[in-house]
């Protein structure tokens, strides 16, 4: 029964994540990554001209491991898509695609209070300002799909999640965001 509520969720996701992202535009050849190192120059030339629809799985895997970190804010927004589907449809075959995406979508309080905990303590500055770059332009359907990403990790895979992290994720930022633009979604109807 698992499995068939599983793959029903993953098609429904799938689904949503195409139909909120769709409309997204490609951010220029010249805005995916900056040129500073070898590893940020590789996932530029590997994404460069191609479509989020056209990456699969495989190729996120073989040429774009922690490679979400590196985009720039407007191919961050492009790419995502790309990243969330191989999260749902492939969760067993891209750990590293899995994680990465994850840590990308916790706020940057969230983390550090998960990751660097003694920095927290001692209240070190947090990075905001990368985070809301990526996420502020983010429509209400593409944050609830988002959502609905965190939540079936949530549910279907929490015990591969020492930290709680999709939960933790929606706690620290996404549930409030979407109620957020939910409500200026209401406004505008």
């Excluded at 995502?80 to 067993?92: H, M, Q, R």
């Excluded at 609905?148 to 409030?176: I, S």
Aim: aromatic residues 14%; hydrophobic residues 40%; glycine residues 4%.
């Amino acid at each position: 029964m698992k499995m068939s509520q599983e793959g029903a969720e993953i098609a429904r996701l799938a689904s949503k994540i195409y139909n909120a992202f769709s409309g997204i535009e490609y951010p220029g050849d010249d805005e995916i990554a900056p040129a500073d190192g070898l590893e940020e120059k590789e996932v530029a030339d590997a994404l460069r001209s191609k479509d989020w629809r056209e990456l699969d799985s495989k190729f996120l895997n073989n040429y774009c491991i922690a490679s979400i970190t590196f985009l720039h804010f407007r191919a961050y927004r492009f790419f995502l898509p790309a990243f969330l589907l191989a999260t749902v449809k492939d969760y067993g075959k891209v750990p590293e695609i899995v994680q990465d995406t994850v840590f990308s979508l916790l706020d940057p309080v969230s983390y550090q209070k998960l990751y660097y905990p003694e920095l927290y303590k001692e209240k070190e500055a947090v990075d905001w300002y990368t985070f809301l770059c990526r996420m502020k332009p983010l429509t209400y359907h593409q944050v609830d799909a988002i959502v609905g990403v965190l939540e079936f990790l949530r549910n279907y895979h929490t015990e591969d999640f020492p930290h709680k992290e999709p939960q933790v994720a929606l706690e620290g930022y996404w549930l409030e965001r979407l109620k957020l633009e939910r409500g200026e979604e209401e406004q505008e109807s």
